[in-house]
């Protein structure tokens, strides 16, 4: 089969639930138009995230991007609460903030949004059998919630577990490839924190998860795989750069995905 885009999955506000979209627009700064564009944050500037507050991934959230609203379930609520992004984010605050029990407030960047490796704003990429394959090695996780924990923004399907370990070099060189009209380059493998390591749903940790995890992925490295940047095997998808003369373009599902080339690091 033909490499192709499967899914899209933005994020809207960081740490919350993510969206399925069927196209999303190339920012020029790289990023996903929407995708972590906004981030809850306490009162000391930090992020309101899965690796500090575990309480986060009890709270349901559904984005209608065009409308620019968020519904959200609270725990313990009666109903979904909706607000509008941009014209009742006091509100949406004073909200969050009950549910934490601390100030927090949304912070916005429309520009890049609030990605976890600032150097590398692309969107990562996974493919849809290394998501099989990684369930797996879990019992009792499905495909949809190793998703939901790994959090890729594009996943390519028609291809085998492990294609975008291609799209890293031995020597850290990017590596071009493209995805419909779009170009992109490869970085290096995603890092994980200790986020995929709980329920998606409830926050509830998987026992040994991460030793489990990079015991396995050890294992299963294929043995074309550039081995430099794995310092350790606690890493899954690929952290991605777009050139600006991909600014403007559209991802769509359905397009083709390819690799092209490996291109030296400018010093």
């Not at 885009?5 to 196209?23: R, T, W």
């Amino acid at each position: 089969m033909t490499p192709y885009l499967a899914k899209i999955l933005l994020y809207p506000v960081k740490s919350l639930d993510g969206v399925e979209v069927e196209n999303a627009r190339v920012l020029a700064s790289g990023a996903l138009q929407y995708d972590r564009e906004f981030a809850i944050i306490d009162e000391r500037g930090r992020f309101v995230n899965g690796k500090r507050h575990p309480k986060i991934h009890l709270l349901r959230a559904q984005f209608e991007l065009l409308n620019r609203t968020i519904s959200l379930q609270i725990p313990g609520g009666d109903s979904q609460q909706i607000f509008h992004l941009d014209e009742e984010r006091q509100i949406l605050e004073a909200t969050l903030s009950d549910f934490f029990e601390f100030s927090v407030t949304l912070g916005q960047n429309f520009l890049m949004g609030f990605p976890d490796d600032t150097n590398s704003l692309g969107p990562t990429v996974i493919s849809t059998a290394t998501l099989t394959e990684v369930a797996s090695w879990f019992a009792g996780l499905s495909v949809d919630e190793m998703r939901r924990r790994m959090r890729a923004n594009i996943e390519i399907s028609g291809v085998p577990a492990f294609w975008e370990d291609q799209l890293f070099s031995e020597q850290g060189d990017l590596v071009s490839f493209r995805v419909g009209d779009v170009h992109f380059f490869g970085v290096n493998p995603c890092q994980r924190c200790i986020v995929p390591t709980r329920d998606s749903y409830l926050g509830e940790a998987y026992p040994n998860f991460q030793k489990i995890f990079a015991t396995q992925r050890q294992a299963t490295l294929p043995n074309w795989v550039a081995s430099a940047p794995f310092n350790h095997f606690y890493r899954l998808s690929v952290n991605t750069q777009l050139p600006s003369s991909s600014a403007g373009k559209i991802l769509q599902i359905g397009d083709e995905a390819n690799y092209v080339d490996i291109l030296p690091q400018q010093s």
